[in-house]
């Protein structure tokens, strides 16, 4: 799937776009629509990191957390998603840049409240949730500041003892490192990175931000550990095998590398950064 990036796409709409960031907001709205319109795409690959991540979620989100905000709904609307696994801790509420990713992601999922909402300017009031849950967010933004921006709000909507859960690309991962040095257009034309990915930070310098905006970090880990290209690759050829025995083998394999995160070097081969912050 060839999907231009934000900036481009911003570049053929008005001259002078909005502070509103509209022109993203087109952009998501467009790679929604291509995503979610009939059958959703990479479905055996998002069953893996919806496990992953689903994962996270039970080693550490308490069992009664809330009222849990989830910054995008994307895994939601391409995949089950982690909206059973909020549901049984307590309520969650998920919020999305675009209508259309939010509107499959209620249809297809166990979400019952949702919004369009930016992370970078979250419409809540101070200290509002309980926990909150943010997948492979914050890095999908075109600067370090929006990132920064993004946790002092989340910071700001949690109440004091308020859990994060965050996860974010691992920059010190050779192959993500690599992505993040090529042009993305180039990328996305090969069809390497289906959509745009931004800037991010490698675990010490996230800890120093988490700290700095009033997050004590609790854990830190590296997960997703499985090379990428390759894995979603052998997923596409398991999926038009259309063969139950290689979807299980294939998940089996797949998880099976997250056994990684438990050896000294996690970090060079896991894809994701994951960190569990408590607010000050």
């Given at each position: ?5 934000w ?15 509209d ?25 893996h ?7 996270l979620?039970?080693?550490w989100l ?12 994307f ?8 909206m059973g ?17 939010a ?5 297809r999922?166990?979400l019952?409240?949702?919004?369009c909402a ?13 926990a ?15 990132l ?15 859990v ?10 050779p192959?993500v ?6 042009p993305f257009p180039?990328?996305?034309r ?19 931000l ?7 970090v ?7 550990h ?18 139950a025995?290689a ?7 797949l ?16 894809h ?5 912050a408590?607010?000050?």
């Amino acid at each position: 799937m060839n999907v231009p990036s934000w900036a481009a796409l911003a570049a053929s709409e008005a001259a002078s776009a909005p502070k509103t960031h509209d022109a993203e907001t087109r952009y998501w709205n467009r790679v929604g629509e291509a995503w979610t319109i009939g059958a959703p795409l990479d479905r055996l690959w998002r069953e893996h990191s919806d496990a992953v991540n689903g994962a996270l979620l039970e080693r550490w989100l308490p069992e009664r957390a809330g009222l849990v905000l989830k910054t995008d709904l994307f895994d939601e609307a391409v995949g089950s998603g982690l909206m059973g696994g909020l549901e049984r801790r307590g309520r969650a509420f998920g919020i999305d840049t675009s209508i259309a990713i939010a509107r499959s992601a209620v249809e297809r999922s166990e979400l019952r409240r949702a919004a369009c909402a930016d992370v970078r300017q979250l419409p809540f009031v101070d200290a509002g949730f309980d926990a909150a849950v943010s997948n492979s967010t914050l890095d999908h933004f075109g600067s370090f500041e929006e990132l920064a921006l993004s946790l002092r709000e989340l910071q700001r909507v949690l109440r004091p003892g308020g859990v994060l859960l965050l996860t974010l690309d691992n920059p010190v991962n050779p192959l993500v490192a690599l992505r993040n040095a090529l042009p993305f257009p180039l990328l996305n034309r090969v069809g390497l990175v289906p959509y745009y990915v931004g800037v991010t930070c490698g675990p010490r310098r996230l800890r120093r931000l988490l700290e700095a905006v009033g997050f004590q970090v609790s854990a830190m880990d590296a997960v997703l550990h499985c090379p990428r290209v390759l894995a979603v690759a052998l997923c596409r050829a398991v999926e038009r095998s259309d063969s139950a025995w290689a979807r299980r083998v294939t998940l089996r394999l797949l998880g099976a590398c997250e056994a990684l995160s438990g050896w000294p070097l996690r970090y060079l081969t896991g894809h994701f950064v994951a960190v569990r912050a408590i607010k000050k």
